[in-house]
């Protein structure tokens, strides 16, 4: 989208103007001009202070005292501002800030800017632009804006311009019309109008003309129809006869060449209909065809070449190597964060290998290995997942929701939320299904909060009204079929955590708190919280017992269940460290906290729901959702 608002503002003063457009809500526009003025001002007074501290105006330049500019304000909803300075009036411009060029044309923006800019200045007759002489033409300036600003040509905008001073406001806007289409040197629409009307009845009358043949005369055409094809087929069998007889009494050369090098190839015209029933049975055709069978699977392996200078693997066979991945056809939409109203660069902490063994994990065993016993009975030869897991056989296709809330607390204060969910799509088997499309309809609800939404258009298209239309072949893994992201103030914390640390003298001291909420469908069971620690500690003392990880510097605590309503949980750890806060260091020891969960169950923290596209028709069956935690840190 280009220009979403147009506004004047003087450098002293109340805003003079403001034009949006009809689905963009004002109150986001004047937010949008309160930071752009907070923001000039706060350039101002630096630029103040910098010339009385050195004496030198010429340091410290006002970047917005330039005569045009671009500056993007705001911290949850961002805009981009392109302004111009006429005199002591900005003429402001307000876009979004996407930064993809296929969405978002600043240059367009840019255009509408200077097209008003020209409307005030032919308004105040000159450069001299001021709030007296703008609120003179305040009408034809609010009249010419609200145009200029839903797209305007030039053609247009200099019939505008020239009869703003002297014509009716009416006739300034409506009198354009006639003018650009003067210019171009098309005819009215009172001239052609009934050249269209014409036509259209004409249509009309052949459409709706019908007349019918009297029996005799299509009697009488049968029977001519049927005389010319006898005579034409007679004519035609009389001259081929006495063409052959002519060729017969012809003398031949015996040394001549053959005719068959003259004929052209026959490739569909040597074939004779057989009129043979036993031609049909596909058994006699097939019977002499000879079928190569495919070569043994050690022939599709690759081979290894342990050559120095060419080591790999070489030759072999490749099946269903696709190379599309979920990020492709999803529009890069891979994590809870980004969008327009929450912060989008956000780096998640790099995983490290771990090397095999203990590696430094504090968690030994005291005594010997139980003794292993060979399985017996019919439980010999019965896989480990048969026997732990009871496997049901699917009625039909399956769905459900997987949602991922990422969340960064700093101390006890949320400085920013994300939720994202997945709709996976769980067909029936190919084997079971014959290779036979699933084919389905569903309806979301409870879709108040969520900002975006994004399909797989491969297989899904929408029907509207929340409506979509799913047709996919069969797949042994889970389809990722939608997707979708919550609004940061729609968006539930289902766990808030507090992190405090003490750093006196030589020892650091760190509480995390940590408290549920009460609105759960049921209470979170086996959460880890992860603290990382700033140095590997030599004495470490904790409450409740915990794992210490020194190769990774991580203090682990696993709690079963966290409750609905009750009192917040406390974990807390003290150890020394190297540099005391009387030595005078610039460094800040930095403690972060992470937190893994998850639940599985029929309800979702967004309240989203899948429901059948026709009340009483089941297409598919839903399953229990899951939702888990992403980035879920304290600080």
Known sequence: MSCLALSLQPTNGSDILLQTREWFPPARALVALSAFRQTRLAFASGKHQLATEDGDTSLGDDPLAASSGQLIVGVESRFRVVYRLVNSIYVL???????????????????????????????????????????????????????????????????????????????????????????????????????????????????????????????????VAAGLVLTGQSTLSEQDQQQKLEEDQAEKDPFAASDALNKPEELAGSFKKDKDPSSTDLTIALAGLEVTTLPPPAATESTHIGVEGFEGDYGGIEFSNEGSTLAEDFEGMNQAWGGGLDASEFVGPKKVVKSQGLGGLELLQTGSDPPTTAPTGASAGTPLENLLVKKTEMKGPEMYILEEISAEFRESLLARVGLMGVV?????????????????????????????????????????????????????????????????????????????????????????????????????????????LPVDPTLLKVSPKAILNRSERELKWHVEEIPLKGTPGRL????????????????????????????????????VSLRPATEGKTDFYEVNHRYESGVYMCN
């Open 93 to 223: 411009g307000i876009t979004t800030v996407d930064e993809d060029y296929n969405l978002n044309n600043v240059f367009e923006c840019i255009s509408i800017v200077n097209q008003a800019v020209s409307v005030i200045v032919t308004a105040c007759r000159g450069v001299d632009v001021t709030p007296e002489k703008l609120s003179r033409k305040y009408s034809e300036i609010y009249m010419a804006l609200d145009i200029v600003l839903r797209g305007v040509s030039n053609i247009r905008l200099a019939a505008m311009l020239a009869s703003m001073h002297g014509d009716s406001i009416a006739k300034m806007v409506h009198s354009a019309l006639d003018a650009e289409n003067k210019v171009r040197g098309a005819d009215s629409w009172t001239n052609v109008e009934i050249h269209s009307a014409e036509q259209l009845a004409g249509v009309d009358t052949f459409s709706n003309l019908s007349f019918e043949l009297p029996p005799e005369t299509l009697a009488a055409g049968d029977e």
């Open 424 to 532: 996976y799509l769980r067909t029936l088997p190919p084997k079971s299904s014959g290779d036979k499309e699933t084919e389905l309809s569903f309806r979301i609800e409870g879709t108040s909060g969520v900002k975006r939404v994004v399909m797989q258009s491969s297989r899904v298209s929408s029907l509207g009204n929340g409506m979509f239309h799913v047709r996919t072949a069969p797949s042994e893994e889970p389809i990722p079929i939608l997707k979708y992201s919550l609004l940061p103030r729609s968006t539930p914390i289902p766990l808030r955590v507090r992190l405090i640390k003490r750093h006196s003298g030589t020892l650091l001291s760190v509480l995390v708190q940590y408290v549920s909420n009460p609105d759960l469908p049921a209470p979170l069971t086996d959460v880890t919280f992860i603290v990382k």
């Open 572 to 607: 807390r750890a003290r150890m020394p460290v190297d540099s005391s806060e009387e030595d005078g260091s610039e460094e800040e020891i930095e403690v972060l906290c992470y937190v893994k969960f998850s639940f599985q169950g029929a309800r979702l923290l967004s309240g």
